[in-house]
C-alpha cells in the first residue's frame, strides 16, 4: 500500500512538473562539523529550496556508505547519487585525475583554485563525465603534510624505513618508496587504530583531518612538507544527473558551485582552528626551511608517471608553468 501511494505521489509531481520527485543519497567521509560536511548540507538544502522540495535527500556523514574508493564505484553505478570525494582516490576509475595527485604539481593553494577553476579543472572534469561522473564543483583540502609518532621530519632521508599510510593510489606508494619509507594503503578510518598499535608509525594529510580525527594524540610531530594539495569534487553520480530537467541540471550546477565557495571560506577558519588544537593537544609542528630536497626526491615519480602516461604530458606541463 505505502508503495503504491509512493508511486501515485511521484507521478502527480510527476504531471505538475515534468519531472519525478528524487531523494538522494549522498557520501561523505567526515564529521558532521567539518567543512566539507557543512557545504554539502548547504548544498542539499538550497537545491531543495529551488526546485521547491522536488529533489529532497540527505548526507549520510562518516562514511557511513562505506569507504571512498568503494563509494566512488558506487556512484558509478548510481547506487550513491552524490558525494564529495578526494581526487586523489579517485584515480583508479578516471586517470585524468591522476594529475593532481602528483606530488609539489600546484604551486600553492590558490594556484590550484587558478588552475582547476580554469583549464585543467575543465579537462578533469571531461574525464569524469566519460566515466559517469558529474562533476558539480571543486572544493579544497589544503595541502597536506607527513606527520609521526618517531621524530620530526625535515628532510627525505627522515623518512627512510619510516610505516606511513598512504590514500588508495599507486602513485602515493612510490612518493613514500622516493623517500625510502614503507606505504601502506589504507582506508581512513582505520588509521588511528594503526598508529596506536604501530601497525604504521604515521601517515599525511592536512591540518583539519589530522585534528578531526584525533590523530594528533598518537602521532605529535607535524612536519609542514605540504608536498600534496589534492582539490577534492562534489560530484553526482551521472545517473542521477541524466533523470534531472534541464532547469533542475541548472540549479544542482548552480548550488554545487555555490557550496564551493562557501567551503573554501569554511576551509581556511577550520584550518587555522585546528592548527591551535593540535598545538594545544601536544603536537609538535615543525616548518621545512628548504622544501626541495624533497621535491628533487619526486623526480622518479614524475618520469614513471610521464612515461606510463604520455597523452597527459602536456597538462602536467600547464600545470607546472607559471601563471
Ligand atoms: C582527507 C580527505 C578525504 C580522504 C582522507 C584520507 O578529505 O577525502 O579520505 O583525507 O586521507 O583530507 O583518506
Redesign the pocket.
Known amino acids: 500500500m505505502k508503495h503504491v501511494l509512493g508511486a501515485t505521489t511521484a507521478a502527480v509531481i510527476g504531471l505538475a512538473t515534468g519531472a519525478q520527485a528524487l531523494d538522494l543519497r549522498g557520501w561523505n567521509?567526515?564529521v558532521e562539523d567539518y567543512p566539507?560536511s557543512i557545504a554539502m548540507e548547504s548544498f542539499l538544502e538550497e537545491v531543495s529550496e529551488k526546485t521547491g522540495g522536488e529533489i529532497s535527500g540527505k548526507v549520510f556523514h562518516n562514511g557511513v556508505l562505506g569507504d571512498?574508493p568503494d563509494a566512488i564505484e558506487q556512484m558509478r553505478l548510481g547506487a550513491i547519487d552524490f558525494g564529495e570525494?578526494?581526487l586523489?582516490?579517485m584515480g583508479q576509475a578516471v586517470p585524468e585525475t591522476n594529475v593532481v595527485s602528483l606530488p609539489f604539481i600546484f604551486a600553492s593553494v590558490p594556484d590550484m583554485y587558478r588552475l582547476m577553476d580554469g583549464e585543467v579543472g575543465a579537462a578533469i572534469g571531461e574525464g569524469m563525465k566519460a566515466k559517469g561522473i558529474m562533476p558539480l564543483g571543486w572544493y579544497t583540502?589544503g595541502a597536506?603534510s607527513f606527520y609521526n609518532s618517531e621524530r620530526p621530519i625535515t628532510a627525505p632521508a627522515d623518512v627512510e624505513g619510516m610505516k606511513v599510510r598512504v590514500?588508495s593510489n599507486d602513485l602515493f606508494v612510490q612518493m613514500v618508496e622516493a623517500m625510502d619509507g614503507n606505504a601502506t594503503p589504507m582506508a581512513?578510518g582505520e588509521v588511528y587504530q594503526s598508529i596506536k598499535t604501530g601497525v604504521v608509525d604515521g601517515?599525511e594529510?592536512?591540518p583539519p583531518?589530522y585534528e578531526s580525527t584525533n590523530h594528533y594524540e598518537v602521532a605529535k610531530y607535524f612536519s609542514l612538507t605540504e608536498h600534496l594539495i589534492i582539490p577534492?569534487c562534489l560530484c553526482m553520480s551521472l545517473k542521477t544527473w541524466e533523470k534531472l530537467t534541464p532547469e533542475q541540471q541548472e540549479i544542482v550546477l548552480s548550488a554545487g558551485q555555490a557550496s564551493a565557495t562557501y567551503q573554501r571560506e569554511l576551509w581556511a577558519e577550520r584550518e587555522a582552528q585546528s592548527l591551535e588544537t593540535v598545538k594545544a593537544g601536544g603536537t609538535e609542528i615543525n616548518e621545512i626551511a628548504d622544501k626541495a630536497p624533497f621535491q628533487e626526491a619526486m623526480t622518479p615519480v614524475y618520469d614513471a608517471f610521464l612515461a606510463a602516461n604520455p597523452d597527459l604530458a602536456d597538462i602536467v606541463a600547464l600545470m607546472r608553468s607559471p601563471e
Do not use: T
Open positions: 567521509i567526515h566539507v571512498q570525494f578526494s586523489g582516490p583540502a597536506r590514500m581512513f601517515a594529510n592536512n583531518s577534492e
